[in-house]
């Protein structure tokens, strides 16, 4: 069994924090251990409780169809989320929960190893940038430690809100680009106090 195998049977026991008491599945996470580009969205909602699947439900076929147009499916990425267990009612993730998940998501980014983090949202965008905005940040890639991170608006946004559809789309677009010059680019500069890093 690779390390990744084991840290996903690992998750997929978790009973870190109290989300395991209302949890039907766990959803680790999936993807090829080699993926050059990892999607990190926030949390399970009823779909994904129900699967044990990450992004199985609406925002899903969404960012199915995101990839799709940028000529990959799911199968060639690692898609994961902040927290691994389903919020009551699909609430916001809590501090608490998100810091129970953190070492997790820390060993799936070491084991996987991307050229390219995608962030869908604030949640995983606030572990890179914790005190940016989206609407500020979205699109503007950053290199940090070897890393590109590429700040996105999360697919269930654009569904609840058509006026950001076109944004989302038009951001995916520019990912094969950026991965294609993801080792030449260079190192961020260490960013603005008002956007401070929290290591991935
Ligand atoms: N929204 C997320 O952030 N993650 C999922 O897995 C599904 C919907």
Not at 13 to 28: A, I, S
Not at 51 to 79: C, K, N, W
Not at 131 to 137: T, Y
């Amino acid at each position: 069994m690779s390390e990744l195998e084991t840290l996903t049977k690992e998750i997929a026991q978790c009973t870190n924090c109290h989300l395991n008491k209302g949890r039907t599945n766990v959803v680790p996470g999936e993807g090829p251990e080699n993926a050059e580009i990892m999607f990190i969205g926030e949390a399970p909602g009823f779909h994904e409780d129900q699967q044990g699947r990450p992004f199985v439900g609406a925002a899903g076929r969404f960012l199915d169809e995101l990839l799709e147009s940028i000529g990959l499916t799911r199968e060639q990425v690692y898609i994961t989320n902040v927290i691994k267990c389903r919020p009551p009612g699909n609430r916001d993730p809590l501090p608490e929960e998100i810091e129970a998940c953190r070492p997790f998501l820390d060993r799936q980014i070491e084991l996987i190893k991307p050229k390219m983090i995608v962030t869908l949202g604030r949640f995983s965008m606030a572990r890179a940038f914790p005190n940016a905005r989206i609407s500020h940040i979205h699109g503007q890639p950053r290199k940090i430690n070897g890393i590109v991170y590429y700040p996105m608006y999360h697919p269930a946004a654009a569904l609840h809100q058509p006026s950001l559809r076109r944004t989302v789309e038009e951001d995916m677009r520019r990912i094969p680009e950026l991965l294609a010059q993801a080792d030449q680019m260079e190192e961020s500069a260490p960013p603005a106090a008002a956007e401070q890093l929290s290591l991935f």
